[in-house]
């Protein structure tokens, strides 16, 4: 990777501050944990502090600050492309471990842990309290790499630290959301995450815009506070809040966690497709992207979603789980948009839900024995409350009566589609046509899970397996069942 030297960088510090202090018995919670952030934002923000940042390179290796920047010029576009782990929203990510003298530790590598804050409390003999406070640190910041020094990162702590004291104080301030939590612990568990809501910049979310982003377009990341574990109840609370703090409707959970900026992907094995990977319909081959133009309907599935086909993760499905592998896709909508948390299942898995449901005998559990679209509902209804719509045609020559419906449904929902008729199950991604000509013109994006290659994103335009299909791509002799996913209503 070359990067020039304004290049944009996404800095994530990540860390553990453990703060301890005496204070008087008699001062309440909340003016204790008031106490202990104001003497840690004191003290990261001296010049002579003793706040040490190291960056991770990519073999685990760790460096100041100042071993990186040559001069005061911050990161070269060389040291930039040697330190870069990953690109996410469009943007190399430097990864930084925070350490304080007066706090203590540097996170190991390996797994990632999410610690809670940790407010803990003894009495001294002469009545007085020593309190030890754990204070997780998850920063990330768009900067330029030219202008990063140490300074910019206290300033960054510094930010962080009020933004937790302020999330803590008004869980103080508030009677009724301090009920929320368990009133045993000490401190409201919380950790910071990060959302991405370029979408959502100075306006509120259109259907026209779902999920969208220019690529161009720098990334509008925000940070808050959210609960973790205990009560539903409280993180509904902050997730609303958080709604009408940024002025966005509550019909999509942009807020839950699982809905956060991702440093790991979800899938390593499937390839993950999303507007900017659409392939435009033939008519408009020639433009920038998907979109309606004049005379002319063209509709897409909203967001990403993981493309699950034949013999994938040592699975030999092949010639019978076409409509598994496209449930599969279908719940991998789900589970990337933040709406579920669930990891996408397997086949037993699937086989065992239809067992224990009534709607298959227990021979069936373990079998090749192929699925149908009223199956997949069965699933996505029994594990993820997910309600589905059909649309069912005795001849595939009748789908194009239906092409305006379809069209409807990308556009209030954005799910991907299951289709079941005859011996086969495709997913349809998409459908394109011009009003005055749907019969002539109607194009539908089709997702094959009939493929057996590799994930080779060339091999797969070569086969035309993710790609616009005529209306003659559904046999006039076989009858065709759509299971339509509906999004549901929640924040």
């Known amino acids: 990777?070359?990067?020039?030297?304004?290049?944009?960088?996404?800095?994530?510090?990540?860390?553990?501050?453990?703060?301890?202090?005496?204070?008087?018995?008699?001062?309440?919670?909340?003016?204790?944990?008031?106490?202990?952030?104001?003497?840690?934002?004191?003290?990261?923000?001296?010049?002579?502090?003793?706040?040490?940042?190291?960056?991770?390179?990519?073999?685990?290796?760790?460096?100041?600050?100042?071993?990186?920047?040559?001069?005061?010029?911050?990161?070269?576009?060389?040291?930039?492309a040697s330190l870069s782990h990953q690109m996410v929203l469009g943007h190399p990510?430097?990864?930084?471990?925070?350490?304080?003298?007066?706090?203590?530790?540097?996170p190991e590598s390996g797994d990632e842990v999410i610690q809670a804050p940790v407010l803990t409390e003894s009495l001294n003999p002469d009545q007085t309290k020593f309190h030890s406070f754990d204070i997780p640190i998850d920063i990330l910041q768009l900067v330029c790499s030219s202008k990063l020094n140490e300074q910019t990162l206290r300033q960054f702590l510094e930010h962080h630290l009020h933004l937790q004291k302020t999330f803590h104080k008004q869980f103080e301030d508030s009677s009724s959301e301090s009920k929320s939590w368990d009133q045993n612990s000490s401190i409201v568990p919380?950790?910071?995450?990060?959302?991405?809501?370029?979408?959502?910049?100075n306006e509120e979310l259109s259907e026209s815009s779902d999920n969208s982003r220019?690529?161009?377009?720098?990334?509008?990341?925000?940070?808050?506070?959210?609960?973790?574990?205990?009560?539903?109840?409280?993180?509904?609370?902050?997730?609303?809040?958080?709604?009408?703090?940024?002025?966005?409707?509550?019909?999509?959970?942009?807020?839950?966690?699982?809905?956060?900026?991702?440093?790991?992907?979800?899938?390593?094995?499937?390839?993950?497709?999303?507007?900017?990977?659409?392939?435009?319909?033939?008519?408009?081959?020639?433009?920038?992207?998907?979109?309606?133009y004049a005379g002319t309907v063209c509709e897409t599935v909203k967001g990403q979603y993981a493309y699950f086909h034949y013999m994938q993760d040592s699975m030999s499905d092949s010639g019978w789980g076409c409509a598994y592998r496209s449930l599969q896709t279908v719940w991998s909508w789900f589970l990337l948009q933040g709406y579920t948390h669930k990891n996408v299942i397997g086949h037993k898995e699937i086989q065992q839900t239809l067992h224990t449901i009534g709607d298959k005998p227990a021979s069936f559990v373990g079998s090749s024995q192929w699925i149908g679209s009223f199956e997949v509902s069965y699933v996505l209804d029994h594990h993820l409350d997910i309600t589905s719509a059909f649309?069912?045609?005795?001849?595939?020559?009748?789908?194009?009566?239906?092409?305006?419906?379809?069209?409807?449904?990308?556009?209030?929902?954005?799910?991907?589609?299951?289709v079941?008729?005859?011996?086969?199950?495709?997913?349809?991604?998409?459908?394109?046509?011009?009003?005055?000509?749907?019969?002539?013109?109607?194009?539908?994006?089709?997702?094959?899970?009939?493929?057996?290659?590799t994930e080779d994103t060339k091999n797969i335009k070569k086969k035309a397996v993710y790609a616009w299909k005529p209306q003659s791509f559904w046999k006039s002799d076989s009858f065709y069942n759509l299971c339509l996913p509906q999004r549901p209503n929640v924040f």
């Open 93 to 106: 990510v430097i990864e930084i471990d925070i350490a304080v003298l007066f706090a203590s530790k540097v």
């Open 420 to 453: 079941g008729g005859g011996v086969l199950a495709h997913t349809i991604c998409g459908i394109y046509y011009e009003d005055e000509a749907i019969e002539h013109s109607v194009r539908y994006l089709i997702l094959d899970p009939h493929y057996t290659g």
């Open 391 to 418: 649309i069912n045609v005795q001849s595939g020559d009748q789908l194009v009566s239906n092409a305006g419906r379809i069209a409807q449904h990308f556009k209030a929902h954005g799910t991907p589609i299951m």
């Open 214 to 292: 220019n690529l161009n377009e720098e990334p509008n990341i925000v940070t808050e506070l959210m609960p973790i574990g205990g009560k539903e109840d409280l993180g509904r609370s902050v997730r609303s809040k958080l709604h009408e703090k940024y002025g966005i409707e509550k019909s999509k959970p942009v807020f839950r966690k699982e809905n956060a900026v991702r440093f790991k992907p979800l899938f390593t094995t499937q390839l993950v497709f999303d507007e900017s990977t659409t392939p435009p319909p033939p008519k408009l081959s020639g433009s920038s992207g998907i979109g309606n």
């Open 1 to 80: 990777m070359v990067a020039s030297k304004e290049t944009k960088c996404l800095l994530h510090v990540t860390g553990c501050l453990k703060s301890s202090q005496t204070i008087k018995s008699t001062d309440s919670k909340g003016s204790t944990i008031k106490q202990i952030y104001d003497s840690l934002i004191d003290k990261c923000s001296e010049d002579n502090s003793n706040v040490a940042f190291f960056v991770r390179s990519k073999e685990g290796d760790r460096f100041t600050i100042s071993q990186c920047i040559k001069g005061n010029s911050g990161f070269d576009s060389e040291t930039l």
């Open 190 to 201: 919380s950790y910071p995450y990060h959302f991405d809501l370029t979408s959502f910049r």
